[in-house]
């Protein structure tokens, strides 16, 4: 008789063994299973051939559970008749319930999650044995559970959709799994093939360019000014761009005493795209043609706008370089509770979020520089004021061909009406 529970014992502590061997398995992460791999040898390789099968690896460990738990239920309920009777098979049963829950399946599980590693290190051999000496059960429950399936979706195959790709970020965000800003540059990818160069790039009346035909003796003083790696390059107009130069090229000629050469003798084609094209598609291109900055021109052919790789990266990060400016620094500084200054070349949903000032992002212009010359046709002058329905900018400072601080103050409510 007591060697009877011993073998009970024994067959709770093999389904904890069993439960446990499942959790370590499914929560290895990629990269655990590639280090794994590359550091632990010949038992990092077998840990890598069993948990590429999963079709194989899971009936494996689920047919040795079910096995300890049936014998285990089955020597319980032999052991009870022989000492209390038919009567108390329902305790039995309800007790070896609690048990093997708490020691042979919620217990290890969590432990195996822990030290997930450490068990499937100790348990590659054991399992891969078991897998080949169950391999023809696996291959049976194997083809049923298939056909099931197959019959279950109607032939159709599965697929996870945005929506519910999105919801699982969420609640990765929700449970701790992810930064808030981690989420947000994971949900900006998702959004990649949507976003248009029209919604990232630079307005036209806030581009930088140079004359094709200045030297670069002439081209270093602005570049220096600047402090641009790319320049837009025009011929007879600002709004014709005919190259791009790069201002290590120019640089390069600096020490060689070629301070004649022209900028059209440097400059390299541009890439053209229209306002309507994918972002992503851009970013493609960029990598094709090795160049970092694209023109965009609108339907008639005209410029509308730059973008380059760097507006490309930053839609994707978000506002993730401003997440450490407090309300009294960075592109927007409240003056009093109605008044800020701010930084024009801010984005207008940035300027959305910051303060609830919500502009209509015009036909090409994403930042409050480019609404404001967009809305009046022109570059304003310093001092000027121009009013909307939701408050006054009055334009604090400008620059040659652009606006840098702008003064807002909201319309108090009743103001005006």
């Known amino acids: 008789m007591p060697y009877q529970f011993l073998i009970l014992i024994g067959l709770v502590l093999l389904s904890a063994f069993f439960s446990a061997t499942e959790t370590a398995y499914t929560s290895l992460s990629i990269f655990q299973i590639h280090e794994l791999e590359t550091k632990r040898g010949k038992r990092g390789k077998l840990i890598k051939k ?8 899971l009936p494996t460990v689920l047919i040795g559970n079910n096995l300890v738990n049936i014998s285990a239920s089955a020597m319980a309920t032999e052991l009870t008749i022989r000492l209390f009777g038919n009567k ?9 319930t609690l048990v093997i829950l708490i020691f042979g399946e919620v217990t290890p599980k969590r432990l195996a999650i822990m030290y997930n590693e450490f068990m499937v290190l100790h348990t590659a051999r054991f399992i891969f044995a078991l897998s080949i000496l169950f391999r023809p059960f696996v291959y049976v429950i194997g083809g049923v559970s298939s056909l099931i399936n197959k019959l279950a979706r109607g032939g159709k195959r599965t697929h996870i959709s945005i929506e519910g790709l999105l919801q699982m970020i969420n609640l990765a965000e929700s449970m701790g799994v992810l930064e808030n800003y ?3 540059v ?18 036209r009346m806030e581009v930088f360019s140079l004359d094709m035909g200045l030297t670069v003796d002439d081209a270093l003083e602005a570049v220096n000014e600047k402090g641009f790696s ?6 007879e107009e600002p709004e014709n761009i005919v190259g791009i130069v790069l201002v290590k090229d120019i640089m390069k000629l600096k020490p060689e005493g070629r301070r004649d050469v022209c900028l059209k003798d440097i400059m390299k084609k541009p890439i053209f795209v229209p306002v309507s094209k994918k972002v992503n598609e851009v970013f493609t291109q960029f990598k094709r043609e090795k160049l970092d900055m694209a023109i965009v021109i609108d339907e008639y052919g005209g410029l509308a706008g730059i973008v380059t790789r760097e507006d490309i990266i930053g839609e994707i990060l978000g506002d993730l370089y401003d997440q450490h400016e407090e309300n009294g620094s960075g592109k927007i500084k409240e003056l009093s509770e109605n008044e800020y200054l701010i930084e024009a070349d801010i984005s207008l949903h940035q300027l959305s979020d910051r303060i609830g000032l919500s502009l209509p992002p015009g036909r090409y212009a994403q930042t409050l520089g480019g609404f404001l010359m967009g809305t009046l046709g022109r570059i304003p002058q310093k001092e000027e004021t121009f009013t909307i329905k939701q408050g006054t900018f009055h334009i604090e400072s400008i620059g040659k061909n652009r606006i840098f601080l702008v003064r807002f103050t909201f319309r108090k409510a009743g103001e005006g009406e």
């Open 88 to 96: 108390a098979i329902g305790i039995t049963t309800g007790i070896l």
């Open 182 to 184: 981690e989420t947000q």
């Open 186 to 203: 994971v949900k900006n990818v998702f959004r990649f093939d949507d976003i248009t160069v029209q919604a990232i790039m630079t307005h």
């Open 50 to 57: 069993l948990t590429s099968r999963p079709d194989i690896l």
């Open 230 to 235: 790319r320049i837009p390059v025009w011929e």
